[in-house]
């Protein structure tokens, strides 16, 4: 399989942006706090919008991995509301066809490297206890769990840890 891009989503994405995320939901809808009924309904000039508050905030990075033209994977790296020095990760997803052959990795790397790029401290994510293919990937990059698991918001019954990887000492 050859390897795939890694690139910011523009906010002339959106339509593969929202074609991306449904596929998401679809495959693993107990990853995610919200649901695919949900986000379908959103209206398609939304996604779009989304990119374009992303591109001027500053404090946003939407990646997608791309493979002969075609989205396969996404996260989102967004700079914490409440702490400037960390960086966190959302919406983290791979196709199915694509796990095990580098894009999460290639994705997890490209998130890391902008919140290095930043100047954060920490990148945190939150995990689906039950997905333990990606708690090891996590682990591989670095990431320790931080204390017990919680409940997922959005998710009743569903819970998910929280890791944390140390990128630079704080001041």
């Known amino acids: 399989m050859a390897q795939a891009s890694i690139r910011r989503l523009r906010p002339d994405d959106g339509p593969a942006y929202r074609s991306i995320r449904l596929r998401a939901l679809e495959d693993s809808p107990e990853a995610f706090g919200s649901s695919l009924a949900e986000e379908a309904a959103r209206p398609l000039d939304s996604w779009s919008a989304r990119l374009d508050k992303a591109a001027v905030s500053g404090i946003d990075c939407p990646l997608v991995a791309e493979l002969d033209g075609e989205a396969v994977g996404l996260v989102w ?3 914490d509301a409440d702490d400037a020095d960390t960086v966190n ?3 983290m997803w791979v ?3 694509c796990r095990g052959r580098g894009v999460a990795a290639a994705l997890l790397d490209a998130a890391v490297a902008w919140a290095r790029e930043r100047g954060a401290h920490t990148v945190g994510l939150g995990v689906n206890c039950a997905n333990r293919a990606a ?3 996590y682990q591989r990059a670095g990431f320790t769990v931080l204390g017990e698991a919680y409940p997922m918001a959005g998710a009743p019954g569903r819970m998910e840890y929280a890791m944390r990887l140390r ?4 001041p």
């Open 77 to 79: 790296a967004k700079v």
């Open 89 to 91: 990760l959302y919406q």
């Open 95 to 97: 196709a199915p066809q």
């Open 135 to 137: 708690v090891a990937l």
């Open 167 to 170: 990128l630079h000492a704080a």
